[in-house]
């Protein structure tokens, strides 16, 4: 399968994944009052469509798998035997298409481009809302740092917006305060106390950091509508948490208060998020109604058993997720590997003998007696062990009997160039408990056409019946060919 194939197939995995996500967490938050939990599930459920994208992606960077190219076998031709794969052309899934997958793609590609646009002007607008705000007094300084030193955040810069009626922090590396001239003309100031401490337990639990995430997410997968929907959620159950941290050990007047600037905050802002900040309403309205309830009748925290639960839950899924995008991104086409190159090395000739002469002796006419010679201690020169028939030459096996065999698929390269046949001929190794390896393509008809790196790939899982010799397991070779056709129903 090309790459863009396997990019627009992994796009579509994503959105599945989405859609599965947005429906579990749904069930689950129904059950869960927890704002903590829940919005830990919301954003293992956000995070979770990205897996697809960030594995194809990571398999693309990998060199291609390789085949390898047809050679000449030496030695006697050994008749093949033949595997057919037929496939019925009407439950053939064939690719989508390389002008499709393109299209997809680049579809995908341009709205990712305009999310970015748009995220660069909020951008602008939120940078020039912080420099048209003023600096702080004092006072509303020292109640920003009584109330950080309490939750155990760090202090930001705060500044005092004239325009607007709800607090916000923004910033990824120096954050930044905004707070409304509204809220600091309220009579009882533990509501002041109260907003601030809802900003400052987004920067204590690093929220401000997990915005900027959410914000490249959402540009990338900008062809994913459901992303939105499961971040509007996520931020909602974020709201309530910082709600529940700031208002940890508030009385019901306070309770009160603050759930009336929040309605107030909700009158004067505008509809939609137009910053890429934390702001005080920051989730969309009709998620507001769960907000204000659990600010009048605060909910219980669940344990760290529950806690335990819902993390092994996103494991299993996100195990299961990477294993589908796994399988995706190991259907990447192989491409041919270059044929061995033959070296051939010449030799020298040895040099001739030199002849040596030597000094001729008389004998005498006399034959000598015969002479016993003592015998020798010497050991006798050990005998060399046979060698194995089976380790000199590998066996051919020329009839096998197969306890599986390769099931290939139907080549993608074959499908996009209209071919319903094709054939592919292998030699492989076979050892001793029948398993084959070590595959190469004799001969594949048409060239070019995939069917060897299909038969290669899927000869790795065939099997023959184990052989043995007097009694000991013996591997081999053999030789077979795979024949695919498409049959029409």
Request: charged share 15%; net charge positive; proline share 9%.
């Given at each position: ?7 627009a ?14 429906g ?12 903590v939990?829940r ?5 293992m ?9 960030v ?22 031709a ?16 064939g ?20 999310r ?25 300084r ?79 997968l900008?062809?994913n ?15 309530e ?16 208060l ?11 802002s ?15 309205r ?15 925290t669940?344990?760290i ?11 299993a ?11 995706l ?20 000739p040895?040099?001739?003998p ?34 194995p ?28 160039q ?30 070019g ?5 299909a ?33 029409a129903?």
């Amino acid at each position: 399968m090309g790459t863009p194939e396997l990019l627009a197939l992994s796009l579509g995995l994503s959105l599945l994944l989405a859609g599965a996500a947005y429906g579990l967490v749904r069930l689950f938050e129904a059950s869960t009052p927890d704002p903590v939990l829940r919005e830990t599930a919301w954003a293992m459920a956000l995070y979770l469509p990205a897996l697809p994208i960030v594995l194809v992606g990571a398999a693309l960077l990998l060199p291609p798998p390789t085949f390898a190219t047809p050679i000449e076998l030496e030695g006697p031709a050994v008749a093949p035997a033949m595997i057919e794969i037929i496939v019925q052309q009407g439950a053939a899934v064939g690719p989508i298409g390389e002008p499709l997958a393109f299209g997809v793609f680049a579809l995908a590609g341009l709205l990712a481009v305009i999310r970015v646009i748009w995220l660069a002007r909020r951008t602008v607008r939120l940078h020039r809302l912080i420099r048209a705000s003023g600096e702080a007094s004092p006072a509303i300084r020292r109640i920003v740092e009584d109330t950080a030193g309490r939750l155990g955040a760090p202090t930001p810069d705060v500044r005092i917006r004239a325009a607007g009626g709800e607090a916000l922090i923004a910033g990824l590396l120096r954050p930044v305060l905004v707070l409304p001239a509204s809220l600091l003309e309220a009579p009882d100031p533990q509501a002041l106390r109260a907003v601030c401490a809802h900003e400052l337990a987004h920067l204590k639990r690093g929220d401000h950091r997990a915005l900027w995430i959410e914000e490249a997410l959402l540009a990338v997968l900008a062809f994913n509508p459901i992303l939105r929907i499961i971040r509007d959620h996520r931020s909602a159950a974020r709201e309530e948490a910082c709600d529940a941290a700031a208002l940890a050990q508030a009385g019901e007047d306070v309770r009160r208060l603050y759930a009336r600037s929040l309605l107030d905050a909700l009158r004067a802002s505008p509809k939609g998020d137009d910053a890429p900040a934390l702001t005080f309403t920051s989730s969309r309205r009709i998620l507001v109604m769960r907000r204000l309830k659990a600010i009048l009748s605060p909910v219980p925290t669940s344990g760290i058993r529950q806690r335990l639960t819902v993390l092994g839950l996103g494991v299993a899924v996100a195990a299961v997720a990477g294993t589908s995008s796994l399988a995706l991104a190991v259907q990447r086409e192989a491409v041919a590997a270059p044929p061995p190159v033959s070296v051939v090395t010449a030799s020298r000739p040895a040099p001739a003998p030199r002849a040596v002469a030597t000094p001729t002796r008389v004998t005498p006419s006399v034959a000598p007696k015969a002479i016993v010679a003592p015998a020798s201690n010497a050991e006798p020169a050990p005998r060399a062990a046979p060698v194995p028939v089976a380790q000199i030459q590998p066996r051919v096996i020329t009839n096998p009997s197969w306890v599986q065999h390769p099931m290939p698929s139907y080549p993608a390269a074959a499908l996009e160039q209209g071919l319903t046949s094709g054939q592919a001929d292998l030699s492989c190794t076979v050892e001793a408990d029948g398993h084959v390896s070590a595959c190469t393509v004799v001969n594949e008809n048409p060239v070019g056409a995939g069917y060897g790196a299909a038969a290669v790939a899927a000869a790795g899982s065939a099997r023959l019946s184990p052989r043995s010799v007097d009694g000991a397991g013996v591997g081999g070779t053999v030789r077979f060919s795979v024949r695919f056709t498409i049959r029409a129903e």
